[in-house]
């Protein structure tokens, strides 16, 4: 079974960068999308970004013109750079990928367990 795990994340001052990446374990046969969400202290997961094998791209409101998503739909792999950051931004960061793991699978939602990304005021 696919697997992804998160990594990159830590402590920012306001206004700086950080990266986070995600990489797949495991098998499959073909990729949609990769995203990315968060999930701030007592609030909702929210959808951040995501990057459809196609290239389209799309982020939300929040985060974009500051966020880039990137990812390698061969790997399953994937980064958010992440620039201007704001105290607003921090939270909980999951990447998450819709994937075939064989042809005759049906499209599964898959999750990794999540990494902190903390901006300082």
């Known amino acids: 079974q696919v697997q992804l795990v998160e990594s990159g994340g830590g402590l920012v001052e306001n206004g700086g960068s950080l990266g986070l990446s995600c990489a797949a374990s495991?098998?499959?046969?073909?990729?949609?999308?990769m995203s990315w969400y968060r999930q701030a202290p007592g609030k909702q997961r929210e959808f951040v970004a995501e990057?459809?094998?196609?290239?389209?791209?799309t982020y939300a409101e929040s985060v974009k013109g500051r966020f880039t998503i990137t990812i390698d739909p061969a790997k399953i792999s994937g980064n958010l750079q992440m620039s201007t950051l704001r105290p607003e931004d921090t939270g909980i960061y999951f990447c998450?990928?819709?994937?075939?793991?064989?042809?005759?699978?049906?499209?599964?939602?898959?999750w990794g367990q999540g990494i902190q990304v903390t901006v300082s005021s």
């Open positions: 990057f459809f094998t196609g290239g389209r791209t």
């Open positions: 495991g098998t499959f046969f073909r990729v949609d999308r």
């Open positions: 998450s990928a819709i994937l075939k793991e064989r042809p005759a699978s049906s499209w599964g939602t898959y």
